[in-house]
């Protein structure tokens, strides 16, 4: 029978009409702006609408999201801002579109390089997102930020003051990795003291067998 | 690769000896026979790919070319060396057709002559460009150093943005005596004179005259920017010529500036809808280089992702081709939920949505994070067969859709392999040619799925497979993620740097839109010496004129729909 066809397609569309209503008075007005509503929408069964009514409700950014990069400061004892970084450089080369700069700090006395960066640069606008400095930085400092909110009337560059974040905000949007990482590098610092104590220990048993 | 007995053409062909390198030599004199009895002789009935080596230290040009048999097996590769001065090279688009595209590629980005090619104008820079971009001593607008990384970034950063390097005006290289005001578009004039003119006299005697029409580039069908330039009779294509490029940004030069993992994220940004394929094309090739394995699991992950990323490609296709259709958004926006859902997925386990840089060599970025296996198999268990089958039952049977698209866009066994058509255009066409059987990659041979295949050719058939493809797809995902084993994700460790043996090699895989492929040439160093994308969007569109022609100027949208291209991919 011609027709048949569009009324079936007819039919899919009612249907999901339909849903949406019918979701609604089930959920009885949770649907929208909670938690599990939207958990609810952007799982396997939702039906109905799908929308999410941004920025009212925004979705939960999974924990491996990745927008544009930040440097991790851990916090010293009375607040002081102890940069993980170490201008080793790794990430600028690494960086496809080449778009961080860095400086190494020059030591004020002899005016030789220090692992530190007296400026960092990343040129926001140019970076593509892609992750690849966050990992291959070997001292866990540049990570990448979960805040997506970063929409500007001129041009976005970063400068060491606007990149840095406590290593307690990155705990909090990576909990996985910063756990992992916290403890892959204990272990290597403990095969390090260990390493050194074994060297000590030997040390000391060669100059006691000396003064035998 | 087998080896084959050329010996009746004597010296003119001969097995390339290079280290790292595969294939034979022809010379250029011979070209056109040695391509006519490889064709009817040897069975290689398909060539997929051709392109440019710009090998300056040597003062010669090679031209690659990649033959296949649509029967299935490995490809043949064969070359033709020419003097850099005196680049001229046989166009083979009379035994190829589908060589067309390509070799226009060769010329406006390398400058190599193909004699005999009907057409060769510049196909993705405009007429007025001075120079050929993938030169070896050709150098861009904002150029800095010749590879990656540059050293003004460290230690000292010596801060400056690219734009206020090069002001603007300064950074596009004119022709001498460039002038503007005075410069007749010499390319448009030979576009037009390449669609054939003509004049019909009906029988009362009444003249009419051809008409040339432009849809585009701003067109909302075309999905882009892209241009086609269509001759009529009345409402009746005549003929029709794509014009593309408008996103061109030298993909390929890029490329070869890159570091070979700086490439990985670029690859996204080829079909920005399927960047996982894209990753797996590029990661294939440099493993061949490299001659590293890949772990169980990753190679499981591989797949999965990829198959994902089909699921979500046919889905975007599908909803978008209604559209062009005219059933406006209903369609696409129920196809881009489930896309949605898919890209869920991506996100928790990329990062990313849609660029997600998720291959390494020899592994991948990252595990699988906790609970996102579960996701996929509530997806494809459950929310994905149900989904497909009532996009079918929306759409399959719709009156409207099958009057529009039955019998209309013919595209013939032949003529789709004559034009290298590729994926579910090829296989819409009665070409049961898959690379995943044909030629299988990764783990690919040990599932059970078929290859859909569907023999009309016509539009509507271009559309059923896909819905044909995102059930066999879903068939993989359902044997993947019961039988993806614990264990490594990387083979060694991850390196961001590495010296590369020197040679070539040639990745394909079945991309969602057909067969992508990336030729790469090493010259030992950390950057690539050449990389070139076999795009299956941009050569798909070489039966796109035959296709139209004798059609309603409004059925191009559909044909056009019906290739699904993503300009991101075809102008490169
Ligand atoms: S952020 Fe990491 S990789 Fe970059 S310079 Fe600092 S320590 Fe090195
Ligand atoms: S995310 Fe990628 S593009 Fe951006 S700064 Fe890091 S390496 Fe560079």
Redesign the interface.
Same mark, same amino acid.
């Not at chain 2, 039952?393 to 099958?402: D, G, M």
């Given at each position: 029978m011609?027709? #048949?066809?569009?009324l079936?397609?007819l039919g899919?569309?009612l249907k999901?009409f339909a849903d949406t209503y019918l979701d609604d008075i089930k959920w009885m007005g949770k649907r929208y702006y909670t938690a599990e509503g939207l958990a609810h929408r952007?799982?396997?069964d939702?039906k109905g609408i799908?929308t999410v009514q941004y920025p009212e409700e925004k979705l939960p950014?999974?924990?491996?999201?990745?927008y544009v990069p930040f440097l991790v400061y851990d916090e010293g004892e009375d607040g002081e801002i102890l940069n993980r970084c170490t201008?080793c450089?790794?990430c600028? #080369?690494?960086?496809?579109p080449?778009c961080?700069?860095?400086?190494?700090a020059l030591d004020p006395k002899t005016q030789r390089?220090i692992q530190e960066p007296s400026?960092?640069?990343i040129?926001v606008d140019?970076c593509?997102?892609?992750?690849?400095c966050a990992?291959?930085c070997p001292f866990d400092s540049i990570k990448?930020d979960h805040d997506y909110e970063i929409a500007s009337y001129g041009?976005t560059v970063h400068h060491l003051d606007d990149l840095l974040k406590p290593a307690s905000y990155y705990d909090e949007i990576r909990p996985?990795n910063s756990t992992r990482e916290a403890a892959a590098r204990k272990e290597a610092e403990e095969a390090k003291a260990a390493k050194k104590a074994a060297r000590e220990a030997k040390a000391a048993a060669r100059a006691a067998a000396k003064t035998d | 690769m087998t080896t084959l007995d050329f010996s009746r053409f004597g010296t003119s062909v001969a097995v390339d000896e290079r280290e790292g390198y595969e294939g034979y030599l022809v010379s250029a004199d011979k070209l056109v026979e040695f391509a006519t009895a490889l064709r009817d002789e040897y069975g290689y009935d398909y060539l997929s790919s051709v392109t440019g080596v710009d090998y300056i230290a040597e003062e010669k040009f090679e031209v690659v070319y990649h033959a296949y048999k649509t029967i299935g097996g490995a490809e043949l590769v064969f070359k033709v060396q020419v003097a850099r001065d005196k680049a001229e090279v046989p166009s083979l688009i009379d035994i190829y057709p589908g060589a067309d595209f390509q070799e226009r590629e060769a010329w406006d980005l390398l400058g190599i002559k193909f004699t005999g090619h009907p057409d060769l104008r510049r196909i993705l820079l405009w007429e007025g460009f001075e120079g050929h971009p993938l030169r070896k001593d050709w150098q861009e607008a904002y150029y800095?150093e010749d590879i990656?990384?540059?050293k003004?970034?460290?230690?000292?950063?010596?801060?400056t943005?690219?734009e206020a390097q090069n002001p603007y005006g300064a950074n596009v290289k004119y022709p001498d005596q460039f002038d503007p005001e005075k410069w007749v578009p010499e390319g448009e004039d030979a576009l037009y004179g390449s669609l054939a003119k003509y004049e019909t006299t009906d029988e009362s005697g009444l003249k009419t005259d051809h008409l040339t029409v432009n849809l585009g580039p701003q067109h909302p069908s075309t999905h882009g920017v892209f241009r086609i330039a269509a001759t009529l009779d009345g409402e009746t294509i005549m003929n029709l010529k794509p014009v593309m490029g408008y996103l061109h940004r030298n993909h390929e030069k890029i490329g070869e500036r890159?570091?070979y993992?700086?490439?990985?994220?670029?690859t996204d940004r080829l079909d920005y809808l399927s960047s996982l394929s894209n990753n797996f094309g590029y990661a294939l090739a440099v493993e061949k280089l490299l001659n590293i394995e890949v772990p169980e699991r990753a190679e499981y992950i591989r797949v999965i992702m990829a198959e994902l990323t089909r699921i979500q490609n046919h889905l975007f296709a599908i909803g978008m081709f209604l559209n062009d259709l005219g059933a406006f958004f209903?369609p696409s926006l129920?196809a881009i939920?489930e896309r949605?859902?898919v890209l869920?997925i991506f996100?928790?386990?990329?990062?990313?949505r849609m660029?997600c840089?998720y291959f390494r060599f020899g592994g991948l970025?990252?595990d699988l994070?906790?609970g996102s296996l579960q996701?996929i198999k509530?997806?494809v268990f459950?929310?994905l067969p149900r989904k497909t089958d009532?996009m079918d039952?929306?759409?399959?049977?719709?009156?409207?859709?099958?009057s529009r698209t039955v019998g209309q866009g013919y595209l013939s066994t032949e003529d789709a392999i004559k034009y290298a058509s590729a994926g579910p255009v090829l296989r819409a066409s009665g070409v049961p040619y898959d690379i995943r059987r044909a030629a299988p990659y990764s783990i690919y041979d040990r599932f059970d799925f078929n290859v859909a295949v569907r023999y009309n050719g016509d539009i509507y058939d271009r559309y059923i497979i896909r819905l044909d493809e995102i059930r066999e797809s879903i068939k993989i995902l359902q044997q993947a993620v019961e039988q993806i084993p614990e264990g490594e994700i990387q083979t060694g460790k991850?390196r961001?740097?590495m010296k590369v043996p020197a040679g070539e090699a040639y990745g394909r895989v079945e991309g969602p839109k057909g067969e992508l492929g990336f030729y790469l040439v090493s010259d030992g160093k950390g950057n690539p010496y050449r990389y070139h994308v076999r795009a299956p969007s941009f050569i798909n569109l070489t039966a796109f004129g035959p296709m139209c022609k004798g059609l309603k100027i409004a059925d191009v949208v559909a044909v056009l729909g019906s290739i699904d291209i993503v300009l991101g991919e075809t102008d490169r």
């Open positions: 011609y027709g #048949k066809g569009l079936k397609g899919v569309t999901r952007s799982s396997k939702a799908f950014v999974p924990e491996e999201f990745r201008a450089g790794i600028s #080369k690494v960086c496809p080449q961080i700069w860095i400086e190494r390089p400026q960092f640069i040129d140019i593509m997102n892609c992750g690849l990992e291959f990448m041009r996985v | 800095e990656k990384p540059f003004s970034r460290w230690p000292k950063a010596e801060y943005r690219a890159n570091t993992l700086q490439n990985m994220p670029f209903t129920y939920e949605e859902l869920d996100e928790m386990v990329t990062g990313s660029m840089n970025a990252r994070p906790a996701k509530d997806l459950d929310r009532e039952r929306f759409l399959s049977e719709n009156e409207i859709l099958r991850p961001y740097q």
